[in-house]
C-alpha cells in the first residue's frame, strides 16, 4: 500500500532524544535551537504591528511562489555585498533551508541516484535525500572540510548528481572550512562540472577571526546553489529561509514548491522582511555571537576540568554545536543511556555518518542552555565518562 | 542532470494566465484567491500582541513536526462535533492542504503507481502527484459528484492507490455530493478496501441548505483522509491547514514532513490558535458566506442577462468558483484570448481534467471580484461570447 520509498523510513533519532528533554531537572545538549531568550520579540511586535497597518490584508493573502519581491531584493543585495552580481531571479524563500533540500531532492534525485555528503553530514540532509531515495555516499572529511584529493579520486569513479556540505561552523561537527579549502574545491568542482549545494545557516554566527567567502562566491555563482536562512539569525518560528542561485534551476524548483506548499507563509516573509528594516538585526547579531561564544567557552572550560583526558574535542569558531571524540571503543549511545539516568542529554554521533562509523562520537550544543546548566551538565556527564572503563 | 520527474515539468497555466492579472483594468475571475476585504485584519493584529505577550519566545521557537498541541486539541473537538472521536494523534498540521497532497504522495506514489481521481480535478492535486510520477485516471463525474457505479467498474479493472476527491464545492466546478452519493461511496470504498483522499478546503463556505457530513465522519474515519484548511475561513497568508486519519498514517506523514520543511511556522500556528480562542471565527464565516452568496448570486444574474442561450452553467450552494460549460466545438482557450483583449478573465478548464478533456469548459471565480465588477466583466466576456459563431 505504501510507496516503497517508505518502507526504511526512520524517524529522526535526535527527535527521538527531544521526547527525554521535558522531563523536570534535564539538562540538554541534545538540541539543536537558537536560543530563545535572545529572539528580538519586542521588535518583532512591532514589526507585526507595521505590517498589519502598511500593508493590511495583502500581508495576510495568497503571494507568489518564489517569495515577496521586498524581501528578495534585500536578499540581492547581500549578495551582491559578497561581490555576486545578481537579481531577484536568482533568489527565492523556502519554508525553512529544509524544503530547500526537499525541493533539490525533487530536482535532482531518481531513484539509486548518487549524492555525496561530508562525513559526518547535516541529518536534515540526510533524511531528505534518503526520502527520494538517493544513494549516499560520503567522502572523507578533516577538521578543514572535505578531502578534495579524496573527492576528486572519487569523482574520476562515479559521478554524483551534486555534492552536499555545510562549510561554516557545520552541523554537527562545527568544522569550518579554511579558505584554502574552500579555493580547492570549488577548482574541483568547475574542473569536473561538480554541482555543489551549500548549506549555511550558521555563516553569521561567527566567534573571532575572519568570515570567509562562501563557495557560491568564491565560484561566481557557477555549479552553486546556496542555501542560509533567518532561523537562527532571528528565530526559526518563521520558517524563512532562502536559496541563491542560476535562475533556470530555481524556475525549476519553484514549479516543485508550487505542488509542495504552494508558497512560504506571507505573513512570516512580511514579519521578517519589516524587521530587517528596522535596523534591530546587526546589533541582535552582535547579541547572539557574544553569547553563543561565552556560552562555548565555559563548555570548553568545564570539559578540560570535568572530562577524561581520554576524550577529545574541539573548539569551533562560531555556531552553536562542538564535536567530541570518545576512545576508539566507546559507544556513545550507551554512554547516552547513563547520561539520561543523571538528567544529561547529547546526540550520539554516529546516526550522522552515512558510512555508519563514528560510534565513538558526539554532538554537544552550547547555544540553548544557560551558562549555570552548561557547567552542571559537563559535571554530570564528566561523572558517567570517569566511569566508563574502555 | 536532473531527476526524471522533471522532464515534464511544467508550471500552472492558471499562474501563467494570473500574470496578466495586474494590467491596470483588468477584472479577473480567474484567481483563487479569498475576498482580502473580509480578512479580519483588526482582530489578527491582536492576536499577534496577545500571542506574543502570552507565549513570548516560544511562538518564535521551533516546535513539534505533528503541529501545536493546543490547535490540534480544536480540531479534535471539532471533529468530535461531527460525531468523531479522536485523539491529538489523528490530527496534524500541514503547511497548507498543498503540503498534505506532497505527503500524500510521498507516502504513497511509487513511480508510474495508479492515482483516481474526479473528472475534472483540482489542479494543484495533479500537480503533486504528477512530481511523483503517478498514473492519473479520472472517474467520470457528473453534477452530484463522481459516478459511483463507473468507479466500482473501474476497481475491478485495476487497484489505485488512492482516490481524490473534493466533495464540498469543487475547485474547479463548485459540484456538491449528495449524501446519496457519499454513501455510495463510503460503502464502495469500504467494500473495495479503497483509500479515498477527502480534500475539504470550502465545506464551511456554504450559502444554503443543509451541511452535509463528510465522507470521513460517514466512515467513521476509516478508509479516509481529510484535509481541510484556515485558508478560505481566516487567511491563506498564515499557511495553516490539517489532515484528519488513521494515526499510524499520521506518524509516517510526520516523518515525511521532518525530511520535507521540519514543521509548519509555529507563529502562524499560535496566530490561527489564538483566533480561534477569540471566539470572531464563527461571525466572521457567515460574513463571508453572505458575501460570496451574494457575489454568486450578481454573476449568475449578469450571466442570465448577457451570455448567449447556447451557454450552460451551475449554480454552486457554497465555496468560491462556477463552471461554465460552451457548446462543444468552442475553445475556452481561445475565447479568454479574446477575453485578455478585453480585460477580463477565466480560466479555461481544459487543464483540469486529467484526460484531456473539456476544451468547451470554463472556471469562473465569484469570492475576489466587487459586485460592480462582476456585472462589468461578465458584460464584457458576454460582448466576446456573443461574437463566437460556432
Chains 1, 2 share one sequence.
Not at 33 to 58: D, H, M, N, R
Not at 294 to 320: H, K, T, V
Not at 326 to 333: F, I, Q, S, V, Y
Not at 347 to 370: A, H
Amino acid at each position: 500500500m505504501y510507496a516503497e520509498r517508505i518502507a526504511n523510513l526512520k524517524s529522526s533519532a535526535i527527535r527521538d532524544i527531544l521526547k527525554h528533554m521535558s522531563r523536570p531537572g534535564m539538562i540538554a545538549f541534545a538540541g539543536g535551537s537558537p536560543a530563545p531568550e535572545l529572539f528580538p520579540v519586542a521588535e518583532i511586535a512591532v514589526a507585526c504591528e507595521q505590517v498589519l497597518s502598511k500593508y493590511g490584508p495583502t500581508a495576510l493573502q495568497y503571494s507568489i511562489t518564489e517569495g515577496l519581491v521586498v524581501l528578495r531584493e534585500k536578499l540581492v543585495s547581500k549578495l551582491a555585498a559578497n561581490g555576486l552580481g545578481m537579481s531577484t531571479d536568482n533568489v527565492i524563500i523556502t519554508q525553512g533551508s529544509q524544503q530547500a533540500l526537499d525541493l533539490i531532492s525533487k530536482l535532482f534525485i531518481d531513484k539509486d541516484s548518487l549524492v555525496f555528503t561530508e562525513n559526518p553530514s547535516y541529518l536534515g540532509a540526510l533524511q531528505a535525500f534518503r526520502m527520494f531515495q538517493a544513494r549516499i555516499a560520503a567522502i572523507p572529511s578533516d577538521s578543514h572540510g572535505i578531502d578534495v584529493e579524496a573527492l576528486r579520486k572519487q569523482l574520476r569513479v562515479e559521478r554524483p548528481k551534486f555534492l552536499y556540505i555545510m562549510p561554516n561552523f557545520q552541523n554537527p561537527t562545527g568544522v569550518t572550512y579554511s579558505l584554502e579549502r574552500r579555493k580547492a574545491l570549488v577548482a574541483a568542482a568547475i574542473e569536473h562540472d561538480l554541482l555543489i549545494v551549500e548549506d549555511d545557516p550558521y555563516g553569521e554566527l561567527i566567534f573571532e577571526g575572519e568570515r570567509l567567502p562562501s563557495l557560491f562566491a568564491l565560484a561566481k555563482g557557477k555549479n552553486v546553489i546556496y542555501l542560509s536562512s533567518f532561523s537562527k539569525t532571528i528565530a526559526p518560528g518563521f520558517r524563512v529561509a532562502y536559496t541563491a542561485g542560476d535562475a533556470e534551476m530555481l524556475k525549476k524548483m519553484v514549479i516543485a514548491k508550487q505542488g509542495s506548499d504552494l508558497q512560504t507563509n506571507t505573513f512570516g516573509q512580511y514579519i521578517v522582511n519589516e524587521y530587517l528594516e528596522s535596523g534591530h538585526y546587526q546589533t541582535s547579531i552582535d547579541v547572539i555571537r557574544d553569547t553563543y561564544r561565552g556560552r562555548r567557552d565555559a563548555m570548553i572550560a568545564a570539559m578540560e576540568q570535568e572530562f577524561p583526558s581520554a576524550l577529545a574535542w574541539n573548539r569551533p569558531s562560531g555556531g552553536m554545536f562542538l564535536w567530541v571524540t570518545l576512545p576508539t571503543r566507546w559507544d556513545a549511545k550507551e554512554i547516552l543511556e547513563r547520561c539520561l539516568e543523571q538528567n544529561v542529554a547529547f546526540v550520539p554521533g554516529q546516526e550522522f555518518f552515512p558510512d555508519g562509523s563514528g560510534r565513538n562520537t558526539l554532538r554537544m550544543n552550547f547555544s540553548s542552555p544557560s551558562l549555570g546548566n552548561i557547567g552542571e551538565g559537563v559535571k554530570r556527564m564528566g561523572k558517567v565518562l570517569k566511569e566508563i572503563r574502555g
